[in-house]
C-alpha cells in the first residue's frame, strides 16, 4: 500500500479521517443532495445514490443553486453531513454554509483546496486522512494530464489580507448592534477566502435564504431578527418554498408550510419586501447596467449580470441577507471589470426553424462546457432572442455551470467589451464548436421519460412573465384541457395581477390553468403533485434536469406549444424536433 501526503490551502481549517467519495464533476447540493438523509439524489451526477454521510467529499467544486449553502448547513445539523470537502476550486457556495455553521451553531467540517494535479492523483474509495492543510492518502495514482492549472494558481496566488473601512470595522466590534455584528463576521471571513482585498457599497438585494431547507435556515434568520436585524438597501425576497397565501388550501403539510411560511416573515421583519419570485428582474425595482448589486437564486445572477448588465457575485444564501445587513460586499469577481471578461469562447451552429425550446436546450448544454469558465457565445448574433428566450437560457446555464455570467456577441450588452479583451489577450484559441448534432445529448438527457402519457404540466421555472402568460393564453384560446391532466404555472403576486388586469388569468383558468404564487416547481411536491401523476411535462430544461431527483417523476422536455398540445391530448410522442434531427437517429416531427 502507497502512503502519500499532499498539501492545500485550507479554507476552513479542522481533522477528519475517513473514507474517500470522488468524483470529478462539480455538484449542486440544492437539488442534488437530500438534506434529510445526505444521499446524492441528482440523477444526472455520477455519485446519485451515494450517500455523503462521514465521506471525505472530493469533487471540484459546487455548481447550479445558491441554496446549496443552506443544503450543506442543515446536513451539518443534522450529522448527516461530509467529514470533509476537498475542492480544487476556492468554492464558496458550500464552504459558506460551513462558516454559517461555525459562527452561528459552533459546528464545522474542514474544506480543503488542493490543486488539479493532486486532485488527479486521488482514487475513490481510499482511506483518508486530513489535519489541516495536510492531506494523507492510502493509496495514490499517477496524476493525469491537466488542461489547465487554475486550481494550483489559485492556490499558489499571493493572499493579501482585507482591507476595512472606518465605518465596517465599527460594524465588526458591534458598534450597530449584534444582528450586525455577527452578519460582518461571515461577510469578512467570507470575503478574504473570496481573495477581496476591500469591499464595496451595494444599491439593492435579492435574498435566497428564504428557501425552507429544514429547522438550520429558520433558526439561522430568526437568531438573527432576535438580535435586531434590519437591511440597509432595499431587499426583495426569493421564491418561498410553499404558496404563503394558499399552502393549507393546496394540502401541504404544517410540518412543511408553517416553518416555511415562517421564515419569509421573518425576512419581512427585517425590512424586505414581500416580492416571493425567482425572477426579480421582472419587477420594478430591476437593476441598471453597471448598478452594483447582490443577488442570490442562480438564474436571477445570470440574467442580471448577462443580460441587465448589473453586477453581482453568485451569492450564496445566507451571505445574502449578511450583505443586506450591512450594505457592503466582496470587491472581487464579477463586481470589478476582470471579473467579467471570457475565459472561452464558443461557436454555435444555430439551426433552421427553431422553437423557444432552443433557448433553454442551449443554455443548458453551454453549462456544462463551461462549467468553471465565464464564455462568450458567437453564431447568434442574428437570433434576436426576447427577453424570455433569454430567461430560459439564463435559468438553464446556472443549473450547469458555476459561473456567474455570460457573453452572447450582438446580443447582451457587454460583448463587445468581452471580444475586445479576446482579441487583446490573443486567447480565441481557447475555442469550443457546437453544432447543432451537439445538443442532441443534451436534449436526451433532459428528456427522462418514456412513456406516451403526460400527467401533469409544469411551467413557470423560472417564473412566468406577462408576456409568456399572453403566449400562453393564445396557445390555449378555445381550447380545453384534458380531464386526466393539470396544469400549473408558477409565477410571481406582481405579474399574476397584472397578469388578471389584462385577462389573460381567466381565460387560462377557463382552458384549465392553475395558478401558484410565492412559490416555484423547485419547492412544489406532492400533494400540489399528485401521487397518481408519474409523467411530467416542462418547457424548462432546469425543472427538466432537477426533477427526477426532487419529486422522483419521469419528465418531458419540449416547447411551450408541446406542452399544450399534450395538456390537451394527455400524451406526448417523446420523439426529437425536426431542428435536432442531425444524426439523430430516431424519428422527428
Given at each position: 500500500?502507497?502512503?502519500?501526503?499532499?498539501?492545500?490551502?485550507?479554507?476552513?481549517?479542522?481533522?477528519?479521517?475517513?473514507?474517500?467519495?470522488?468524483?470529478?464533476?462539480?455538484?449542486?447540493?440544492?437539488?442534488?443532495?437530500?438534506?434529510?438523509?445526505?444521499?446524492?439524489?441528482?440523477?444526472?451526477?455520477?455519485?446519485?445514490?451515494?450517500?455523503?454521510?462521514?465521506?471525505?467529499?472530493?469533487?471540484?467544486?459546487?455548481?447550479?443553486?445558491?441554496?446549496?449553502?443552506?443544503?450543506?448547513?442543515?446536513?451539518?445539523?443534522?450529522?448527516?453531513?461530509?467529514?470533509?470537502?476537498?475542492?480544487?476550486?476556492?468554492?464558496?457556495?458550500?464552504?459558506?454554509?460551513?462558516?454559517?455553521?461555525?459562527?452561528?451553531?459552533?459546528?464545522?467540517?474542514?474544506?480543503?483546496?488542493?490543486?488539479e494535479t493532486d486532485f488527479s492523483r486521488l482514487v475513490d474509495g481510499?482511506?483518508?486522512?486530513?489535519?489541516?492543510?495536510?492531506?494523507?492518502?492510502?493509496?495514490?495514482?499517477?496524476?493525469?494530464?491537466?488542461?489547465?492549472?487554475?486550481?494550483?494558481?489559485?492556490?499558489?496566488?499571493?493572499?493579501?489580507?482585507?482591507?476595512?473601512?472606518?465605518?465596517?470595522?465599527?460594524?465588526?466590534?458591534?458598534?450597530?448592534?449584534?444582528?450586525?455584528?455577527?452578519?460582518?463576521?461571515?461577510?469578512?471571513?467570507?470575503?478574504?477566502?473570496?481573495?477581496?482585498?476591500?469591499?464595496?457599497?451595494?444599491?439593492?438585494?435579492?435574498?435566497?435564504?428564504?428557501?425552507?431547507?429544514?429547522?438550520?435556515?429558520?433558526?439561522?434568520?430568526?437568531?438573527?431578527?432576535?438580535?435586531?436585524?434590519?437591511?440597509?438597501?432595499?431587499?426583495?425576497?426569493?421564491?418561498?418554498?410553499?404558496?404563503?397565501?394558499?399552502?393549507?388550501?393546496?394540502?401541504?403539510?404544517?410540518?412543511?408550510?408553517?416553518?416555511?411560511?415562517?421564515?419569509?416573515?421573518?425576512?419581512?421583519?427585517?425590512?424586505?419586501?414581500?416580492?416571493?419570485?425567482?425572477?426579480?428582474?421582472?419587477?420594478?425595482?430591476?437593476?441598471?447596467?453597471?448598478?452594483?448589486?447582490?443577488?442570490?437564486?442562480?438564474?436571477?445572477?445570470?440574467?442580471?449580470?448577462?443580460?441587465?448588465?448589473?453586477?453581482?457575485?453568485?451569492?450564496?444564501?445566507?451571505?445574502?441577507?449578511?450583505?443586506?445587513?450591512?450594505?457592503?460586499?466582496?470587491?472581487?469577481?464579477?463586481?470589478?471589470?476582470?471579473?467579467?471578461?471570457?475565459?472561452?469562447?464558443?461557436?454555435?451552429?444555430?439551426?433552421?426553424?427553431?422553437?423557444?425550446?432552443?433557448?433553454?436546450?442551449?443554455?443548458?448544454?453551454i453549462g456544462v462546457l463551461a462549467v468553471n469558465d465565464l464564455p462568450?457565445?458567437?453564431?447568434?448574433?442574428?437570433?434576436?432572442?426576447?427577453?424570455?428566450?433569454?430567461?430560459?437560457?439564463?435559468?438553464?446555464?446556472?443549473?450547469?455551470?458555476?459561473?456567474?455570467?455570460?457573453?452572447?456577441?450582438?446580443?447582451?450588452?457587454?460583448?463587445?467589451?468581452?471580444?475586445?479583451?479576446?482579441?487583446?489577450?490573443?486567447?480565441?484559441?481557447?475555442?469550443?464548436?457546437?453544432?447543432?448534432?451537439?445538443?442532441?445529448?443534451?436534449?436526451?438527457?433532459?428528456?427522462?421519460?418514456?412513456?406516451?402519457?403526460?400527467?401533469?404540466?409544469?411551467?413557470?421555472?423560472?417564473?412566468?412573465?406577462?408576456?409568456?402568460?399572453?403566449?400562453?393564453?393564445?396557445?390555449?384560446a378555445g381550447r380545453k384541457k384534458a380531464e386526466s391532466v393539470r396544469?400549473?404555472?408558477?409565477?410571481?403576486?406582481?405579474?399574476?395581477?397584472?397578469?388578471?388586469?389584462?385577462?389573460?388569468?381567466?381565460?387560462?383558468?377557463?382552458?384549465?390553468?392553475?395558478?401558484?404564487?410565492?412559490?416555484?416547481?423547485?419547492?412544489?411536491?406532492?400533494?400540489?403533485?399528485?401521487?397518481?401523476?408519474?409523467?411530467?411535462?416542462?418547457?424548462?430544461?432546469?425543472?427538466?434536469?432537477?426533477?427526477?431527483?426532487?419529486?422522483?417523476?419521469?419528465?418531458?422536455?419540449?416547447?411551450?406549444?408541446?406542452?399544450?398540445?399534450?395538456?390537451?391530448?394527455?400524451?406526448?410522442?417523446?420523439?426529437?424536433?425536426?431542428?435536432?434531427?442531425?444524426?439523430?437517429?430516431?424519428?422527428?416531427?
Amino acid at each position: 500500500m502507497t502512503t502519500t501526503t499532499l498539501t492545500g490551502h485550507s479554507l476552513i481549517e479542522g481533522t477528519a479521517h475517513g473514507t474517500l467519495l470522488l468524483s470529478d464533476v462539480e455538484l449542486s447540493f440544492w437539488g442534488g443532495v437530500d438534506p434529510a438523509s445526505g444521499e446524492v439524489i441528482d440523477q444526472h451526477h455520477p455519485l446519485a445514490g451515494q450517500n455523503l454521510a462521514g465521506k471525505l467529499l472530493a469533487i471540484p467544486g459546487g455548481r447550479g443553486s445558491c441554496t446549496g449553502s443552506g443544503v450543506l448547513l442543515e446536513l451539518i445539523q443534522n450529522n448527516l453531513a461530509p467529514a470533509a470537502l476537498l475542492f480544487t476550486e476556492a468554492e464558496e457556495i458550500l464552504t459558506l454554509g460551513v462558516v454559517v455553521a461555525d459562527v452561528m451553531f459552533e459546528r464545522s467540517i474542514p474544506v480543503l483546496q488542493i490543486s488539479e494535479t493532486d486532485f488527479s492523483r486521488l482514487v475513490d474509495g481510499s482511506d483518508v486522512t486530513l489535519d489541516n492543510n495536510t492531506l494523507t492518502l492510502s493509496n495514490t495514482r499517477k496524476p493525469a494530464a491537466c488542461k489547465k492549472n487554475a486550481g494550483e494558481d489559485a492556490i499558489t496566488k499571493n493572499r493579501v489580507a482585507l482591507s476595512l473601512t472606518d465605518s465596517d470595522q465599527a460594524m465588526l466590534n458591534g458598534e450597530h448592534g449584534k444582528a450586525t455584528q455577527v452578519a460582518m463576521q461571515i461577510l469578512t471571513r467570507m470575503a478574504t477566502i473570496q481573495g477581496a482585498t476591500e469591499l464595496l457599497d451595494i444599491t439593492q438585494a435579492h435574498i435566497d435564504s428564504c428557501v425552507y431547507n429544514g429547522p438550520s435556515g429558520l433558526q439561522f434568520a430568526s437568531r438573527l431578527l432576535e438580535w435586531g436585524a434590519a437591511v440597509r438597501v432595499p431587499t426583495t425576497l426569493n421564491s418561498l418554498s410553499v404558496d404563503q397565501r394558499r399552502w393549507q388550501q393546496h394540502g401541504i403539510d404544517p410540518a412543511l408550510g408553517e416553518p416555511a411560511s415562517k421564515l419569509g416573515d421573518v425576512f419581512m421583519q427585517m425590512g424586505a419586501q414581500m416580492s416571493f419570485t425567482c425572477a426579480p428582474y421582472l419587477l420594478d425595482t430591476a437593476p441598471a447596467k453597471g448598478e452594483q448589486i447582490v443577488w442570490a437564486e442562480s438564474n436571477a445572477v445570470a440574467f442580471a449580470n448577462s443580460v441587465l448588465g448589473a453586477r453581482t457575485q453568485k451569492y450564496a444564501d445566507f451571505l445574502d441577507i449578511c450583505i443586506a445587513l450591512t450594505g457592503r460586499a466582496p470587491l472581487c469577481g464579477s463586481h470589478l471589470d476582470e471579473g467579467r471578461m471570457p475565459t472561452l469562447s464558443i461557436v454555435v451552429e444555430p439551426p433552421q426553424d427553431t422553437n423557444d425550446a432552443y433557448w433553454p436546450l442551449l443554455g443548458y448544454h453551454i453549462g456544462v462546457l463551461a462549467v468553471n469558465d465565464l464564455p462568450i457565445i458567437y453564431g447568434l448574433e442574428h437570433a434576436a432572442p426576447d427577453n424570455d428566450d433569454l430567461k430560459a437560457f439564463s435559468a438553464a446555464f446556472a443549473t450547469t455551470s458555476s459561473t456567474a455570467m455570460f457573453h452572447i456577441a450582438g446580443i447582451t450588452p457587454e460583448a463587445d467589451t468581452a471580444h475586445n479583451y479576446l482579441l487583446q489577450q490573443q486567447a480565441l484559441n481557447n475555442t469550443v464548436a457546437v453544432s447543432t448534432a451537439d445538443l442532441v445529448s443534451s436534449w436526451h438527457e433532459l428528456n427522462s421519460a418514456t412513456e406516451s402519457t403526460v400527467d401533469a404540466v409544469c411551467l413557470g421555472n423560472p417564473h412566468f412573465s406577462l408576456s409568456e402568460c399572453e403566449s400562453l393564453a393564445s396557445l390555449c384560446a378555445g381550447r380545453k384541457k384534458a380531464e386526466s391532466v393539470r396544469i400549473i404555472v408558477t409565477l410571481g403576486r406582481k405579474i399574476h395581477a397584472a397578469a388578471e388586469s389584462a385577462g389573460y388569468v381567466q381565460s387560462l383558468e377557463d382552458f384549465g390553468v392553475e395558478f401558484i404564487t410565492d412559490t416555484c416547481w423547485c419547492m412544489l411536491v406532492e400533494p400540489v403533485i399528485p401521487t397518481s401523476s408519474t409523467v411530467l411535462m416542462t418547457n424548462s430544461a432546469k425543472y427538466a434536469h432537477y426533477a427526477p431527483g426532487l419529486v422522483k417523476r419521469n419528465i418531458y422536455f419540449d416547447s411551450l406549444t408541446h406542452c399544450v398540445d399534450a395538456a390537451c391530448s394527455g400524451s406526448h410522442c417523446g420523439n426529437l424536433p425536426s431542428w435536432l434531427d442531425h444524426q439523430s437517429g430516431k424519428a422527428v416531427r
